[in-house]
């Protein structure tokens, strides 16, 4: 730990019954004690991490003297406790760690340096993939599979956690990382060497907000930022504005905590909070359970703030000592939070907010969200209606008005068996069979319905709506008990009925932890889900990051072949296009009861309150309301089947992993040695003939446009972490590296391997670029004037070889979506020097900066659109150098867009570079390059 300065007598002493703890009092600086919850984990922090440099007096008194109204024009170094990472995004980490420790070695350093300095910690959830499903071999088979694909990456994260200092990696099976995270990892206040201090955690995945429920100051940041903070560098930021959130009432009997998220999900998108703090306050808060918190929490990148907080409290207090922690840390965290004014006292005095909302939470009513952003909620009453009016985006051939039948039938499916055999290949076989139609007599139909012959038996009719696939995943909900249990108990109330999931519906489930699996198994709910074809698939984040696995090859030849518009339900957090699976493209967010209603139903093109979801074994028809439980029965079975004993088993070997784990052959040695035939685990080319001092920064001339985007331009269309696809670049070089088409295994597992992300870079099959005329991974190449369309990535490599900068331009919210540092590396070894957009996100603009890409925004106002760029313009951009000149930031850039025959369009570029540390950053090429030379010296 950094010694602080304590320039203001902060330090004191904390009795906690026999022990006594150091503690950086915020009673010494007035106003601190006054502050937003939020903003007083930040003064702490200062408070404690106070070095004369990073750390100021100054900073100190800024804080207190923050003026909730004032634009944020403070920078401060905030100093987390600890960093958190899943393997997707951590990977990459340790890649560059293992390189960072040659590199310092050849710049003069000690090699020894390059170690975490704070406790980091991976939790590997990325890389199962659900290729087996609807039987009871499911969760087997693809932790085989999983182990198969990724032996290599995992003995690479045990090198990597047997000789790394402060770094622990949690076995694949576990459960999801912000799960783990609020059932184990965090310490909500730490004691290190006798000192308290409020848990603070940044991490690699951007639903580390989900720890925000928990009292929890932290967010997710790229990787690059992730490995300078493992690294003892602080997290450069701006004081921010704080969103102060109302909460009041109780949520009414048929809403779920997955409706109340969506619900503040898209008022705080429509009230805008990007780059603020959002903190719920009020008496209503202690009436919100700890699991509907971390719901509510994870969601923060869904509405764009940086966190969306709760304050600690006695239900904090409650979760802790269910989830197992020792009563010496919970009196720790109760005497500590009081003492410093951080816990929530009825009737408290109201702090001062930047802005303010207010939520009645029994004005909460059951929502959907879809079909591709997660702030687009839809009342469940309207979904049918709504469905039918967005249908016409994605079909030329859409739903007649007055047609009031769902778009999917099982016609004749036959059989009602369970076989490894399906199991194995990935057949939903215990939904076959009585499947009685709520479709029958459909008429009027614009569309073609189309006939599938199933290879188990039977047919099935399939058109638009049709849901392909029905997932209980993601952190979002897998850890919150009231609706995992609900979903339990409908799946119970629907076999009782006779209802079975349509035979066409991939059903799957995958819960955030080991615990959601034994507290199922005391219940006896798993062979109802079982009976609705929901079998427990893996441990892990599956559907909702694009590891839904391919369908049954029947099911997606009729989508294809036929240019159906299926659907996906899944109880996740994200829904962009061409995330789930590349047969589907509208994509709907629901509770994990809903999902088992739609699988049920079959169709999106359903109206729940109108129409049965089929008939009971006397010929009743049987609806939603019939199957629903009841909030009784749902707090009675958490009662009887959640206790504080299935925690302490289930995490009481946490890090030793199982057979496959423990028997993986580790490489030896500080120093990782390299694989030149590995697909997965390359050395990375950033540090290669890095100089001891950084070259000056220079002007772009002479840049073409490699991709002109839209709005909402996501990671995932930058960066995809879904399936390769053959044919295109990244497949074109495990082809040649030998590796066959199955085993391409996608691009989230593969991000240790520079070769592939970069070929995947822009690769998404849903992108818009418009400088063609087609979906995809292409461009137009100015280097050969004959192509119409080029693969992205090779024309970059034309570029490159005529040694032509890039530039990218699009519209606003530009990078938003998951933290994904390979957006910013993969635009960076791409050749892109600029990404000029309307608006960015505040992860991705923090990471190009942190791989030496400038961010650039248009003028107030201003587009590409309305400037009459079209993107065939040659770019110049002057004004560049300043950064050079002084440690001023330049606030605008000169930007000139010329082309034959016409006039120059000129205008000042507004530099989104925002503090000076990312000043220091983008001088140095990058956040890492800035670091190494830092040790080196």
Not at 766 to 783: I, M
Not at 852 to 876: I, K, M, N, R
Request: a negative charge; hydrophobic letters at 35%; charged letters at 25%.
């Amino acid at each position: 730990m950094v010694e602080s300065k304590n320039s203001f007598n902060a330090k004191k002493k904390l009795s906690v019954g026999d022990r006594e703890y150091d503690y950086f009092s915020l009673d010494a600086v007035e106003g601190l004690k006054d502050l937003p919850y939020s903003l007083k984990v930040l003064a702490e922090n200062l408070l404690r991490n106070e070095d004369g440099l990073n750390v100021t007096p100054e900073h100190i008194k800024a804080i207190a003297n923050w003026d909730p109204e004032a634009e944020p024009d403070t920078e401060i170094q905030f100093t987390p406790a600890r960093v958190l990472m899943q393997d997707f995004t951590g990977v990459p980490c340790i890649v560059d760690l293992a390189t960072m420790r040659e590199a310092v070695s050849n710049l003069g350093g000690d090699p020894d340096q390059v170690n975490p300095l704070n406790p980091a910690e991976m939790v590997i959830d990325h890389s199962v993939i659900i290729e087996a499903f609807g039987g009871p071999e499911a969760l087997e088979k693809n932790v085989e599979i999983e182990y198969q694909r990724n032996a290599e990456r995992y003995q690479f994260l045990r090198w990597g956690a047997d000789n790394f200092s402060n770094f622990r990696v949690v076995p694949p099976g576990t459960g999801i990382v912000h799960q783990v995270n609020i059932e184990y990892l965090s310490r909500v206040v730490f004691d290190n060497e006798n000192v308290a201090y409020p848990d603070t955690c940044i991490g690699t995945d951007s639903h580390t907000t989900m720890e925000n429920g928990l009292g929890i100051l932290g967010w997710g940041v790229g990787g690059i930022e992730a490995e300078a903070a493992m690294l003892g560098q602080p997290v450069s930021m701006l004081i921010p504005k704080v969103v102060g959130f109302k909460l009041t009432g109780e949520i009414p009997t048929g809403v779920t905590a997955t409706d109340v998220v969506l619900t503040i999900t898209e008022m705080l998108r429509e009230h805008g909070v990007v780059q603020k703090f959002v903190e719920f306050y009020g008496n209503g808060v202690r009436e919100v359970p700890l699991a509907n918190r971390a719901t509510i929490g994870n969601m923060s990148p869904e509405f764009g703030s940086t966190c969306a907080i709760f304050p600690i409290d006695e239900e904090t207090i409650n979760y802790l000592r269910l989830t197992g922690r020792p009563e010496e840390q919970i009196e720790r965290v109760e005497a500590y939070a009081k003492a410093q004014g951080m816990w929530l006292e009825q009737d408290a005095p109201e702090a001062n907010y930047s802005e303010y909302l207010e939520l009645d939470l029994s004005t909460v009513k059951p929502s959907i969200s879809g079909p591709k952003r997660p702030q687009d909620r839809i009342l469940l009453d309207e979904a049918k209606e709504t469905f039918r009016s967005q249908l016409g985006e994605f079909t030329d051939d859409p739903i007649n008005e007055d047609d009031n039948a769902p778009q999917a039938s099982n016609m004749d499916a036959e059989g009602d068996h369970k076989t490894e055999e399906n199991a194995e290949a990935g057949y939903n076989s215990s939904a076959q069979g009585r499947g009685e139609s709520a479709a029958a007599g459909a008429k009027g139909r614009q569309s073609r319905p189309v006939e599938v012959r199933s290879p188990r038996g039977g047919s099935f009719t399939l058109d638009h709506g049709m849901v392909a696939i029905a997932s209980i995943t993601s952190c979002t909900n897998t850890s919150n008990p009231s609706v995992m249990v609900g979903a339990g108990l409908l799946a119970r109330n629907a076999v009782k009925k006779g209802l079975n999931s349509k035979p066409w519906v991939k059903t799957s489930i995958a819960p955030g932890s080991q615990v959601v699996d034994g507290y199922f198994s005391r219940a006896d709910l798993w062979k109802d889900l079982e009976g609705l074809g929901f079998y427990l698939a893996g441990f892990g984040c599956t559907t909702c990051i694009g590891n839904s696995g391919p369908l049954p090859d029947e099911i997606s030849e009729a989508i294809n072949d036929n240019d159906l518009t299926a659907t996906a339900v899944l109880s996740g957090n994200r829904n962009f296009e061409g995330r789930i699976s590349p047969d589907v493209k509208m994509n709907y967010l629901a509770s994990p009861m809903l999902v088992i209603a739609y699988a049920i139903a079959g169709t999106m093109d359903f109206d729940f309150e109108s129409q049965p979801l089929g008939q009971d074994t006397e010929g009743n028809d049987v609806y939603l309301r019939d199957i629903w439980p009841t909030p009784e029965e749902i707090e009675e079975t958490i009662e009887s089947s959640i206790s504080r004993e299935l925690y302490v088993e289930d995490y009481s070997d946490v890090f030793k992993g199982d057979e496959a784990w423990r028997s993986l052959d580790v490489p030896e040695g500080k120093t990782f040695h390299w694989d030149e035939e590995s697909t997965y685990v390359r050395k990375p080319p950033y540090f290669e003939d890095m100089p001891t001092e950084p070259d000056p920064v220079s002007d772009i001339e002479g840049a073409r446009v490699l991709a002109k985007l839209g709005d909402s331009v996501t990671t995932d269309h930058i960066s995809p972490a879904s399936a390769i696809k053959p044919g295109t670049p990244a497949a074109k070089y495990l082809d040649a590296n030998g590796v066959k088409r199955p085993d391409y295994n996608s691009f989230g597992s593969r991000r240790g391997n520079h070769e592939v992300m970069v070929r995947g870079t822009f690769a998404n099959i849903r992108l818009k670029n418009q400088l063609v005329d087609t979906q995809g991974g292409y461009t137009r190449d100015f280097t050969q004037p004959d192509a119409p369309q080029e693969f992205i990535y090779d024309a970059a490599q034309h570029y490159k070889a005529e040694g032509i900068p890039l530039v990218v331009i699009a519209g606003k919210e530009y990078g938003t979506g998951s933290s994904r540092d390979w957006a910013a590396k993969g635009t960076n070894l791409l050749g892109v020097r600029a990404v000029i957009a309307e608006s960015f996100e505040r992860i991705h603009r923090s990471n190009l900066i942190g791989m030496g890409v400038l961010p650039l925004q248009f003028p107030e106002g201003e587009s590409h659109e309305s400037l009459g760029l079209d993107g065939t313009e040659t770019f110049s951009v002057t004004g560049i150098t300043a950064f050079n000149e002084s440690k001023d930031i330049p606030k605008t850039v000169h930007v000139t867009a010329e082309k034959d025959d016409a006039e120059p369009i000129e205008f000042n570029a507004v530099v989104r570079v925002d503090t000076p540390g990312e000043a220091q950053y983008y001088r140095h090429g990058g956040i890492l390059q800035y670091v190494l030379r830092s040790m080196a010296a």
